[in-house]
């Protein structure tokens, strides 16, 4: 039962555009959820999170938008560069102090020059 | 960067044997993490530490145990290994007092198991 979902397993999109990458999850009890980048023989790095009292958050090209009610959030850069291509995995957690993240299973993302 | 370091960065070992990976780090954070990374599945977590000697199980645990004796050495001993758990492993750190909650995660280790 996979309770944290990235339904598109990769995604093509050109230098300068918008990459949107979604994720879906089936737990309202989730309150902090992250986006991480994953770069091939590396381990992945943070980007941005986000709470649940909140319903945006943005840092420079990256913002994660929240929405609670469909139990739904997205990651969009704008404007996409080559070097963001990578996997991404969002990842949720029941209770911001208990530090345990429920990854979803990636979606490949490709910024095509 | 966060000073993790995982350790062996590769293996290869035969089905039956004993295998334990390292993870070290630098931070003096609380909380220590394995995952196990495979195509489809994502990152799932086998067993956290949340203090030294404080162990507790994640979703795929079976066929793994843990150690923590001191706060930067995290030990994932593969009792008897099979082919399934040929897989990366990656090791995870954080700490309360990350404004985040995020964790700062290792190189990997890729494990095959023959």
């Known amino acids: 039962d996979q309770q944290v979902k990235q339904n598109s397993p990769s995604l093509s999109v050109q230098e300068g555009r918008i990459s949107i990458l979604n994720c879906d999850y089936t737990?309202?009890?989730?309150?902090?959820f992250l986006w991480y980048k994953k770069y091939p023989a590396e381990g992945p790095t943070f980007l941005i999170s986000?709470?649940?009292?909140?319903d945006k958050n943005e840092d420079g090209r990256f913002t994660v938008f929240l929405n609670k009610s469909a139990k739904h959030l997205s990651l969009h850069i704008v404007p996409s560069q080559p070097g963001d291509s990578a996997v991404y995995f969002c990842?949720?957690?029941?209770?911001?102090?208990?530090?345990?993240?429920?990854f979803g299973t990636g979606t490949r993302l490709k910024v095509l020059a | 960067d966060a000073g993790i370091t995982q350790s062996p960065r590769h293996k290869v070992t035969e089905t039956g044997t004993p295998v334990t990976l390292r993870c070290h780090q630098t931070?003096?954070?609380?909380?220590m993490y394995w995952y196990r990374q495979d195509p489809g599945h994502g990152l799932r977590l086998i067993h956290y530490?949340?203090?030294?000697?404080?162990?507790d199980k994640g979703e795929v645990s079976d066929g793994y145990s843990v150690s923590r004796s001191k706060t930067e050495d995290f030990l994932l001993t593969l009792e008897s290994a099979t082919s399934s758990q040929t897989s990366v492993y990656f090791c995870?750190?954080?700490?309360?007092?990350?404004?985040?909650?995020?964790?700062?995660f290792g190189p990997g280790t890729r494990l095959t198991v023959t």
């Open positions: 931070e003096n954070h609380r909380y």
């Open positions: 990842a949720a957690s029941f209770a911001s102090g208990t530090y345990k993240y429920i």
């Open positions: 995870a750190i954080s700490d309360p007092g990350l404004a985040n909650y995020e964790q700062y």
């Open positions: 530490s949340y203090g030294v000697k404080d162990t």
């Open positions: 737990n309202s009890m989730f309150d902090y």
């Open positions: 986000i709470s649940s009292i909140k």
